[in-house]
């Protein structure tokens, strides 16, 4: 008999263990907010005596205090026999159990329990609830530390919300702009009013960095914060300006030094001077013959954006070929990159001497066919016969696709070569096929128009626009094809004189023959 009683009890503290750690699985997260308390987590006990227990375990911190306050309400029928009213509580894993007298608050019409419990669960086995309403709360801290109900808050519910918010240098925003961005509902959907609890950017000089923000927004007592994180960046690299090609007499060479503090250097957030120029490249100083030579400087910023400028000294005696052509040609990044001889197909030479004999070559390539966004420097070398040769710098712009992609097959215009168009034309005919399309453009501008000087060719031409949609710059582009237009050949007349002619012809040499 012995035994059997020891197996039993045995059974029963492994099941309750089994129990106890199943229950732990599901429920082993701290509360998000202030209150441990979820009514949700509470059984009515099917006596009627009008108290509850915990279906679920209750996590809690070991060696901490903790208090239940319950609102006279909230306990019904039970308020009046507060000083006789218990609330039971078992401590796990150690199975200890406690009940606790509830103290009654009558002025706030308010009672309530304070225990500390070394495990880390508990499990409420009975709990006085007649409820009228739901305020009802246990939170960390003692009785007078209570700052009012607050409603349980799901372990899946999100408290704190974070987010960057990047803010060009160049671009400054106001509270009131930022906080444009942060919205905050009440489960019903209406809208709450969102405070700035601390702003480090306000009060900043906005210069590039991190600045953090936190908003606030409180409903049924819980409040909500979102964490900003406001990164101001300056992503303008210095402006070094194009001095253009310098000549320079072989006899009078400057050294390189000389020659960089005509360079002007500027930038929006920092004080440049032409003292704060690199030298990156040189094969100008060496140079003791006439010839092109450059040299690159370099400047960066505080924010670490860095631009080059490659300046070009011709040291003369002669001239040069003379390059005509653009200074930008204008790309988008699914365009197939253009090759050097693809480039120089933009561009004429012509020597006072040697005419087109000239050879061509790029000195500078920092293009290198990329498709990634940018402005990108070329200098395009032609060379005569006797070495004299000049240098035109070329921008290759590779333009993202943001606005309205019209493929080139999308935006074709077919020319006859006897029907001119104009500038204006052109840009009334783009502005009447967008609309065609649904789309509202307007302050349309041509960029670059290879159509120019092509009118009466025969050929497909790029003409290259802006123009404004919606508020914003837009780019595209259209083809306009020249094709000259072949007039029928009438053959009828012909014809009918020809072969009743060779067909008499035939006849009569017949019967001369017979003859």
Same mark, same amino acid.
């Given at each position: 008999?012995?035994?059997?009683?020891?197996?039993?009890?045995?059974?029963?503290?492994?099941?309750?263990?089994?129990?106890?750690?199943?229950?732990?699985?599901?429920?082993?997260?701290?509360?998000?907010?202030?209150?441990?308390?979820?009514?949700?987590?509470?059984?009515?006990?099917?006596?009627?005596?009008?108290?509850?227990?915990?279906?679920?375990?209750?996590?809690?911190?070991?060696?901490?205090?903790?208090?239940?306050?319950?609102?006279?309400?909230?306990?019904?029928?039970?308020?009046?026999?507060?000083?006789?009213?218990?609330?039971?509580?078992?401590?796990?894993?150690?199975?200890?159990?406690?009940?606790?007298?509830?103290?009654?608050?009558?002025?706030?019409?308010?009672?309530?329990?304070?225990?500390?419990?070394?495990?880390?669960?508990?499990?409420?086995?009975?709990?006085?609830?007649?409820?009228?309403?739901?305020?009802?709360?246990?939170?960390?801290?003692?009785?007078?530390?209570?700052?009012?109900?607050?409603?349980?808050?799901?372990?899946?519910?999100?408290?704190?919300?974070?987010?960057?918010?990047?803010?060009?240098?160049?671009?400054?925003?106001?509270?009131?702009?930022?906080?444009?961005?942060?919205?905050?509902?009440?489960?019903?959907?209406?809208?709450?009013?969102?405070?700035?609890?601390?702003?480090?950017?306000?009060?900043?000089?906005?210069?590039?960095?991190?600045?953090?923000?936190?908003?606030?927004?409180?409903?049924?007592?819980?409040?909500?914060?979102?964490?900003?994180?406001?990164?101001?960046?300056?992503?303008?690299?210095?402006?070094?300006?194009?001095?253009?090609?310098?000549?320079?007499?072989?006899?009078?060479?400057?050294?390189?030094?000389?020659?960089?503090?005509?360079?002007?250097?500027?930038?929006?957030?920092?004080?440049?001077?032409?003292?704060?120029?690199?030298?990156?490249? &040189?094969? %100008?100083?060496?140079?003791?013959?006439? =010839?092109? /030579?450059?040299? +690159?400087?370099? !400047? @960066? *910023?505080?924010?670490? $954006?860095?631009?080059?400028?490659?300046?070009?000294?011709?040291?003369?005696?002669?001239?040069?070929?003379?390059?005509?052509?653009?200074?930008?040609?204008?790309?988008?990044?699914?365009?197939?990159?253009?090759?050097?001889?693809?480039?120089?197909?933009?561009?004429?030479?012509?020597?006072?001497?040697?005419?087109?004999?000239?050879?061509?070559?790029?000195?500078? &390539?920092? %293009?290198?066919?990329?498709?990634?966004? =940018?402005? /990108?420097?070329? +200098?395009?070398? !032609? @060379? *005569?016969?006797?070495? $004299?040769?000049?240098?035109?710098?070329?921008?290759?712009?590779?333009?993202?696709?943001?606005?309205?992609?019209?493929?080139?097959?999308?935006?074709?215009?077919?020319?006859?070569?006897?029907?001119?168009?104009?500038?204006?034309?052109?840009?009334?005919?783009?502005?009447?096929?967008?609309?065609?399309?649904?789309?509202?453009?307007?302050?349309?501008?041509?960029?670059?128009?290879?159509?120019?000087?092509?009118?009466?060719?025969?050929?497909?031409?790029?003409?290259?626009?802006?123009?404004?949609?919606?508020?914003?710059?837009?780019?595209?582009?259209?083809?306009?094809?020249?094709?000259?237009?072949?007039?029928?050949?009438?053959?009828?007349?012909?014809?009918?004189?020809?072969?009743?002619?060779?067909?008499?012809?035939?006849?009569?040499?017949?019967?001369?023959?017979?003859?």
């Amino acid at each position: 008999m012995k035994k059997i009683t020891l197996f039993l009890l045995l059974m029963s503290f492994v099941f309750g263990f089994v129990q106890f750690d199943v229950s732990a699985e599901g429920y082993d997260a701290l509360p998000l907010g202030k209150n441990y308390l979820n009514l949700n987590n509470l059984i009515m006990k099917s006596d009627g005596s009008g108290y509850a227990y915990t279906k679920e375990l209750i996590r809690i911190k070991s060696f901490q205090q903790y208090t239940i306050v319950l609102d006279y309400e909230f306990l019904g029928q039970h308020s009046v026999w507060l000083g006789d009213i218990y609330i039971g509580i078992q401590e796990l894993p150690s199975h200890d159990l406690y009940d606790f007298l509830v103290l009654s608050d009558n002025v706030n019409q308010r009672a309530y329990i304070e225990f500390i419990f070394a495990d880390d669960y508990m499990h409420i086995t009975s709990l006085p609830m007649l409820p009228n309403n739901y305020n009802a709360i246990m939170y960390e801290g003692t009785y007078a530390d209570f700052s009012g109900y607050e409603p349980y808050i799901d372990v899946d519910d999100q408290i704190d919300y974070y987010g960057v918010l990047p803010i060009d240098y160049d671009e400054p925003m106001t509270l009131e702009e930022i906080k444009a961005y942060i919205h905050a509902e009440d489960p019903n959907g209406n809208p709450l009013v969102v405070s700035a609890e601390s702003d480090l950017y306000s009060s900043s000089s906005k210069l590039p960095g991190s600045y953090q923000m936190v908003f606030i927004a409180t409903c049924n007592q819980i409040a909500k914060r979102y964490h900003l994180e406001v990164r101001v960046f300056d992503q303008s690299a210095p402006v070094i300006a194009d001095p253009g090609v310098i000549t320079v007499a072989l006899n009078a060479k400057p050294d390189v030094d000389t020659i960089k503090q005509d360079i002007v250097v500027s930038d929006n957030v920092d004080q440049m001077t032409a003292s704060d120029l690199v030298i990156i490249a &040189d094969n %100008y100083t060496a140079a003791t013959t006439i =010839g092109e /030579y450059t040299f +690159t400087v370099q !400047a @960066t *910023d505080s924010s670490f $954006n860095t631009s080059t400028r490659t300046i070009t000294i011709d040291l003369i005696d002669q001239n040069g070929p003379t390059i005509t052509g653009p200074s930008d040609i204008y790309l988008y990044t699914s365009d197939t990159p253009l090759t050097g001889e693809q480039i120089k197909a933009y561009y004429t030479f012509i020597d006072d001497v040697d005419g087109t004999n000239v050879t061509t070559s790029f000195s500078v &390539d920092t %293009y290198q066919q990329t498709q990634a966004p =940018g402005i /990108y420097n070329m +200098t395009l070398k !032609a @060379t *005569d016969q006797a070495n $004299n040769f000049k240098s035109l710098n070329i921008h290759i712009h590779v333009i993202e696709n943001r606005g309205p992609v019209f493929s080139t097959d999308e935006i074709v215009l077919s020319v006859d070569a006897a029907d001119q168009m104009t500038e204006q034309e052109l840009i009334d005919w783009f502005t009447t096929h967008t609309l065609s399309l649904g789309y509202n453009v307007s302050h349309v501008r041509i960029l670059y128009n290879e159509y120019e000087s092509h009118e009466n060719e025969s050929g497909n031409y790029y003409v290259y626009l802006n123009y404004e949609m919606n508020g914003e710059t837009q780019s595209s582009r259209l083809r306009v094809d020249v094709q000259n237009t072949q007039s029928t050949f009438n053959y009828i007349p012909y014809l009918a004189f020809g072969v009743p002619s060779i067909a008499a012809l035939a006849i009569l040499y017949i019967i001369k023959r017979k003859k």
